[in-house]
């Protein structure tokens, strides 16, 4: 092992005898009491320098081949050093260094002791790299999911929209004015680059970011596919992310609406007359799609990264003019059968 402080973390000296690693309050690490052994010891964990090298160094400044090791495993315990033969980064030609840098800080995803250590895997968004995301709408929402999701990382980005772009689908970061006429699908697909190389398969997960239809009838057909899905839109002036549906293992669009008759007996009215027929210029702000659609891309990726998203069994939602976010629950719906097996 080659100690390596997590490059990530910035380091920085309270005094002359104390040290924090890290600034963000929830991770940061403050370490009082250092002296000389502990500084030279710090000072050669760069990932290069292996445990022998450590001891050498304390020795140098008066301390112990025992004092270096006791403070290796004090910063091992505080979660802040991977080993540099395993945690590099990346150079500044990487464009994913950054990605990888913030996934890895997070740690494991699996509950287990190692979750919320550094991740010392070889490369952290490797799940990424071989997920396939199908994305079915591409509006403001939809492209721009479709672009965050690649450029994160993820190795395969598929597209379904074959209706024309026009002017109010634009937006930073999705579709541009010069796809004016383009099948909104292919316009979003030709910005993406190629998928690995391997054998072609279904999705791993579907967004589904509706430009017309409220997307019921695709939920309810992936939902018997076994495909998780998760819908992004926005609704007048609410952006509404989730549910991520996992089928069988967390409520699904149905449960949703389920829960909304029961308090609304006239709620399946409203969808059926709503659904697909909406006319005239839909309400979408851009800030608050952009919003919606970062949302929704961090929900996938962490999904894909192996955590339980705020979207399972639940919705992020976010109303203009402030655009904060707030989760609603919404458990399976006992008459709804989608988690009976389960």
Do not use: K
Not at 312 to 329: A, I, K, W, Y
Request: aromatic fraction near 2%; charge should be negative; hydrophobic fraction near 45%.
């Amino acid at each position: 092992m080659r100690p390596l402080v997590h490059p990530a973390l910035a380091r920085v000296w309270r005094d002359s005898t104390t040290v924090q690693i890290g600034l963000d309050p929830a991770r940061a690490v403050v370490l009082a009491g250092l002296g000389p052994t502990e500084v030279a010891v710090l000072r050669s964990m760069d990932g290069v320098h292996d445990i022998a090298a450590l001891r050498a160094a304390a020795e140098r400044v008066g301390g112990s081949a025992a004092a270096a090791d006791r403070w290796v495993e004090i910063l091992d315990g505080a979660g802040v050093l991977i080993d540099g033969d395993r945690g590099r980064l990346g150079d500044s030609g990487d464009a994913l260094a950054p990605d990888r840098a913030s996934r890895g800080l997070l740690g494991a995803a699996d509950g287990s002791e190692e979750a919320g250590r550094p991740e010392e895997l070889h490369d952290p968004l490797a799940t990424r790299r071989q997920a396939h995301v199908e994305v079915r709408g591409a509006g403001r929402i939809g492209a721009t999911i479709a672009r965050l999701l690649s450029a994160a990382g993820v190795g395969q980005v598929s597209v379904e929209d074959f209706g024309r772009t026009t002017a109010h689908d634009v937006m930073p970061g999705g579709l541009s004015p010069d796809d004016a006429g383009l099948p909104r699908g292919l316009a979003v697909s030709a910005t993406l680059p190629d998928g690995p190389d391997r054998p072609d398969r279904g999705p791993d997960l579907v967004v589904l970011a509706p430009t017309a239809s409220l997307a019921r009838d695709d939920a309810a057909a992936l939902l018997r596919l076994g495909i998780p899905h998760l819908t992004a839109s926005v609704i007048e002036t609410t952006g509404v992310v989730g549910p991520l549906v996992l089928p069988g293992a967390s409520s699904c669009l149905r449960c949703h609406d389920m829960h909304r008759t029961d308090r609304d007996p006239a709620w399946p009215r409203i969808i059926a007359q709503t659904d697909g027929r909406l006319t005239g210029v839909a309400a979408c702000d851009i800030a608050l799609a952009a919003l919606v659609a970062a949302l929704a891309a961090q929900q996938v990726l962490a999904h894909l990264d192996g955590f339980v998203p705020a979207t399972v069994d639940g919705t992020v939602e976010t109303s203009l003019p402030f655009g904060m976010p707030r989760r609603r629950s919404w458990q399976p719906h006992p008459a709804c059968g989608c988690t009976w097996a389960a």
